[in-house]
């Protein structure tokens, strides 16, 4: 399994080890590790929650993998995320692109974080000093997104 | 047909899920929206503003227009905000 | 050091670690891992060597973290470069970027790794069934480097 | 002064390293590369094709215009191949 939803922490360098593990074949791998930080828009955040819709989601996941194989000569493909209730520093999501050449490897990576930010259904709730918000979708990521239509 | 809510517009419309049978005349998202309006305000009044809501028939995303024959299952969401 | 030229074998899932550990303030990291392929051009691949430049080369290295510094946010940037001679899924490049966002964090690492390509003085040597020979240089790679120039 | 030679140049020339007292017509790395050739059939060959060989002074890539005053050591290579 290449995409995986997660409801406890991982370790995307664990992860990673294991995807490069024994390959001789691949020449290079881009990778891509969301993290929770402690501060967005001037707040303290004390916790983040994702909140998902399963079945949904591994549906959307596995279609932007796809999508992404067929863009890009790929080796091999991972995506992990993670759901529920996060602490700062902790892992979100890790995308990782094996290829036999670096270009196809970095722009499929960037395709895959772009695509799961506007295509797969996850949303993000803050906890900060002030009480629990839920954080707002960004126009930005919707042009990042839509470089990559055609 | 199973509606399910996520996000905000669960906390707002007050549940996470319902069963409901459609009337004959809802055959489209679009109609749907109208007609789960009328039955919780605080999702009428999200759906008011454009782009806020968005939708899924059986786990695909759909637009107003798309038509809900045969659907088991219908979705609303604010845009998604994940990786 | 956020630059290192290395002689013997390093593991980049570990370095990515690492470079990870104990950071909130971060919210993206991008990495990019070149190996040792066991093939080119149609050829078996038994093993390369990495020659370089003592000197000049942690000179360009550091210019070119220093360029990719100035161009976007980053909270930290990590480059290894191996050299001598390494085995077919040996790695022998690691970039890794931290940033708060993602963009930031994809093209500092895709920057990187394109002006390392042309503008760090590392040459390579294949041994092949058939011999030794050393890797030409790719005018993709120059085109790649380019579209950073400005 | 100090010359250095890499990769396939060096095995070329059929040596890493040398020190050379520079006559005073020798000026810049273009002048450089004709007295060294002068020396080394196979390093004049190399120099003979376009791009093949590049130079640095002191540690920085350099062109053939660029003045050799001041400088400790010069290096000649092919393109660069790393990552």
Same mark, same amino acid.
């Given at each position: ?150 | ?10 906390? +707002? ?25 009328? +039955?919780?305000? +605080? ?22 227009? +798309? ?17």
């Amino acid at each position: 399994m290449t995409v995986r939803v997660v409801e406890t922490p991982f370790d995307p360098s664990a992860e990673l080890a294991a995807f490069c593990r024994g390959r001789t074949d691949v020449g290079a791998i881009a990778s891509f590790i969301g993290l929770v930080r402690d501060e967005h828009g001037g707040e303290r955040i004390l916790a983040m929650t994702l909140e998902h819709y399963p079945g949904m989601t591994e549906r959307q996941l596995a279609r932007i993998e796809a999508e992404a194989r067929a863009r890009w000569p790929l080796f091999d493909v991972l995506v992990i995320h993670r759901v529920g209730r996060m602490l700062p520093g902790e892992p979100i999501v890790l995308v990782a692109t094996a290829s036999a050449h670096r270009a196809a490897a970095l722009e499929a990576c960037a395709f895959l974080i772009d695509w799961l930010k506007t295509k797969a259904p996850f949303w993000k709730l803050e906890e900060t000093p002030a009480g629990a918000r839920w954080v707002e979708a960004r126009a930005s990521d919707e042009e990042a997104a839509a470089r990559w239509e055609r | 047909m199973r509606i399910r809510y996520f996000a905000w517009l669960r906390q +707002r419309v007050g549940c996470s899920e319902e069963e409901v049978e459609l009337p004959a005349e809802v055959r489209t998202v679009g109609d749907l929206k109208r007609w789960l309006g009328s +039955r919780h305000p +605080r999702f009428a009044e999200a759906c008011a503003a454009i782009g806020v809501v968005k939708a899924a028939v059986d786990h695909e995303f759909a637009d107003d227009d +798309r038509p809900l024959a045969g659907a088991r299952e219908v979705a609303f969401f604010p845009p998604v905000t994940g990786g």
